[in-house]
C-alpha cells in the first residue's frame, strides 16, 4: 500500500508540474512577525569573523527581504557533531536544521522515521513553487529529490552546472618557468612527474610533492576513475577499494615514494603544516583548496599556479567528475516537529526564496549593492571594496562571508560567483579548461539521493567500518612499501571478503535498483 501511495503521489506531481505554479512575492506576507530559530554550522572562515551569521550583514538583509527574524544556534566550530548530539539529547530543537545528512544517523529518512521533521510534499507546490519546479523538470532530476515513498523531506543544495572541485593541485610558477614547462599543460600524471623530477634534481631541501592522505586519495584519485565510496558502472555497484583502478593509483604513489617525491611523513602530516612548508619554499606542490592557495600565497609571498587535474593518460576516459546536474543530499535542509505545524507554509516560503533567480544569485554572490554591483545590463558584475579589499577579512574569508555558504539554494557554478577565483583571470581559465574536457563525464557516480532504510544503514556501517579502517591502513603501508602492491594485493582482497564487503556492496546494490525504479 505504501508503494502504490508513493506512485500515485509521483503521478500526480508529474501531471501537475507542467500547471501554472503558484507565486510567492518578498518579503512575506504574515498576519504577525514570524521568528524561526536555525541550527546551522558556521563554515570556517565565517567563524573567523563572527560568532553567529545574524552579526553578518548577508544573513541581516537575507532576514530583511524574506521578512522573517531569524535566530542562528551554532555549534562550537570544530565541534558539531557533538553540538548537534547535545541538541538533541536536550531536545532543544530548532524549527530548521542546516545539513542534517552530516550529523543524523540515516539521514533524512531516519530524522522521518524518528518522527524528528516533517514531510514536506504537501506544502511545496503552493508555497514553494520554484524549488517544486526545479524538483519536477524530468524523471533524472525528481529521482534525485522524492524519496522511495514520494516524499520531499527537505530543501536540498542543487547544481544544474557544476564546474570544478573544490581543491586544485598548485605548483610553482616560477619554477615551472625554470623547468620551462607550461603549468596549464600538466593535465596527465606523466606530466606532473616531469615537473616532481625536475624539483628532486634542482632544489635540494625541497619535498617534490605532499599533500595530506586524504586530499590526495580524493582528488588525484579521481584522475584514476578512483571514487572515494560507492559508485556504479553501467547500474553494477562496485566499492573503489578493490578495483583495479585503485591499484594502479597505489602502484603511481607508490613510484612517487620510491622515487623520492613524496615527504616520509606522507600520511601523517596534515595539510595545515603542509601549507606552511609550501609557503616555506620547501614543497614543490601540494593539494589545496582555491581559496587557501591565493590567501597563502598573499601572506607568504609565494608564487601559486594552478594546474588542471591530472589523469592517467591524455586519452583517459574519467567517469567520476562532478560535471552537469548535481543534488547534495548532503546538505539536507529540514523543517524539524519542533516548529508549530501551522507555520509550515510559510516556512517553505522563506525556503524557497534562494530557488528564484533573485535570490539564487543572493544566496551565491551576496546581496546586490553590499557585495556586487551591475557592470551593465547583460548580467555583468564586479565585487565591491567590501568584497575585495576589507580592511578586516582576508578575500578568501569574504569568499565565505559575502555569500550564503551551506544555506540550501540553486548553486550558481564558482566561476561565476566566487571572488577568490574571480580575481585571477588564469585560474578561471583551468577551471572552465578542466570542466569542458571531452574525456570527463559523471557517468560512475552514484547519486547522493540513493537511501537506505534504518536496518540497512546499520548493517552497512557495522561493515564499513571495519573496511575503511583496513583500507586506510593498507594504502598508507603499499605506498610506503611496507607491504608489497603486487604480492599482498591478494590477501588484501580476501580480507576484504571476510569483513563482509560483497554484503555492503549488496545492500547498495539494493538501494539503487529502488532509486531507479523511483
Not at 99 to 115: H, I, P, R, S
Request: hydrophobic share 35%; aromatic share 12%.
Amino acid at each position: 500500500m505504501k508503494k502504490l501511495i508513493a506512485l500515485l503521489m509521483a503521478l500526480c506531481l508529474l501531471l501537475s508540474a507542467g500547471a501554472a505554479l503558484a507565486d510567492v512575492t518578498y518579503p512575506i506576507k504574515t498576519d504577525k512577525p514570524v521568528k524561526l530559530k536555525v541550527w546551522m554550522e558556521m563554515n570556517a572562515g565565517a567563524s573567523q569573523v563572527f560568532t553567529n551569521y545574524m552579526e553578518n550583514p548577508v544573513y541581516q538583509r537575507f532576514s530583511e527581504v524574506t521578512g522573517i527574524e531569524l535566530e542562528m544556534m551554532h555549534p562550537t566550530y570544530g565541534a558539531a557533531g557533538e553540538g548537534f548530539g547535545m541538541m538533541l539529547a536536550g531536545r532543544e530543537l530548532p524549527d530548521i536544521i542546516v545539513d542534517l545528512e552530516k550529523f543524523y544517523n540515516g539521514g533524512a529518512v531516519a530524522a522521518y522515521d524518528d518522527e524528528l521533521i516533517y514531510d514536506l510534499t504537501p506544502y511545496l507546490e503552493e508555497n514553494a513553487p520554484d524549488y517544486y519546479k526545479l524538483i519536477n523538470v524530468n524523471d533524472d532530476v525528481r529521482r534525485q529529490f522524492y524519496n522511495e515513498d514520494g516524499q520531499v523531506l527537505g530543501f536540498y543544495y542543487y547544481e544544474d552546472e557544476y564546474d570544478s572541485l573544490a581543491d586544485c593541485l598548485v605548483v610553482r610558477p616560477d619554477w615551472c618557468e625554470e623547468f620551462g614547462i607550461d603549468p596549464a599543460q600538466i593535465t596527465t600524471f606523466d606530466k606532473l612527474e616531469e615537473y616532481l623530477q625536475k624539483v628532486k634534481d634542482t632544489k635540494p631541501g625541497v619535498t617534490p610533492f605532499l599533500t595530506s592522505k586524504d586530499k590526495t586519495f580524493t582528488t588525484l584519485g579521481a584522475g584514476y576513475n578512483v571514487y572515494q565510496g560507492f559508485y556504479q558502472e553501467d547500474g553494477t555497484v562496485k566499492y573503489y577499494a578493490d578495483s583495479q583502478e585503485w591499484h594502479d593509483f597505489l602502484a603511481r604513489m607508490h613510484s612517487w615514494y620510491e622515487k623520492g617525491y613524496m615527504g616520509t611523513d606522507f600520511g601523517t602530516i596534515g595539510n595545515a603544516q603542509i601549507r606552511k612548508l609550501y609557503s616555506a619554499g620547501t614543497v614543490g606542490c601540494l593539494v589545496v583548496p582555491i581559496g587557501n592557495a591565493y590567501s597563502d600565497s598573499k601572506a607568504s609571498g609565494t608564487p601559486i599556479a594552478k594546474t588542471p587535474f591530472q589523469s592517467y593518460s591524455e586519452d583517459a576516459k574519467i567517469h567520476v567528475y562532478n560535471l552537469g546536474v548535481n543534488v547534495n543530499n548532503g546538505y539536507c535542509t529540514v523543517v524539524t516537529t519542533a516548529c508549530d505545524e501551522k507555520l509550515l507554509p510559510i516556512v517553505c516560503q522563506f525556503l524557497n526564496y534562494t530557488y528564484t533567480d533573485e535570490g539564487s544569485v543572493f544566496a551565491n554572490r551576496g546581496p546586490e549593492g553590499l557585495s556586487w554591483v551591475a557592470t551593465d545590463d547583460q548580467g555583468g558584475f564586479k565585487f565591491t571594496d567590501w568584497v575585495i579589499h576589507n580592511e578586516l577579512y582576508e578575500t578568501s574569508i569574504m569568499h565565505n562571508v559575502c555569500r550564503m555558504t551551506y544555506w540550501p539554494c540553486k548553486r550558481i557554478p564558482d566561476t561565476q560567483c566566487s571572488p577568490n577565483l574571480l580575481r585571477d583571470e588564469t585560474a578561471v581559465a583551468l577551471r572552465l579548461q578542466y570542466a569542458d574536457r571531452e574525456n570527463w563525464d559523471n557517468a560512475w557516480l552514484m547519486p547522493t539521493s540513493v537511501t537506505l532504510t534504518t536496518d540497512e544503514n546499520n548493517e552497512r556501517l557495522k561493515i564499513m567500518s571495519n573496511v575503511d579502517t583496513y583500507v586506510s591502513e593498507m594504502s598508507l603501508k603499499f605506498i610506503r612499501g611496507e607491504a608489497d602492491l603486487e604480492t599482498g594485493w591478494d590477501a588484501y582482497l580476501q580480507q576484504l571478503a571476510a569483513y563482509k564487503l560483497s554484503r555492503a556492496v549488496e545492500i547498495t546494490q539494493g538501494a539503487y535498483d529502488r532509486y531507479l525504479s523511483r
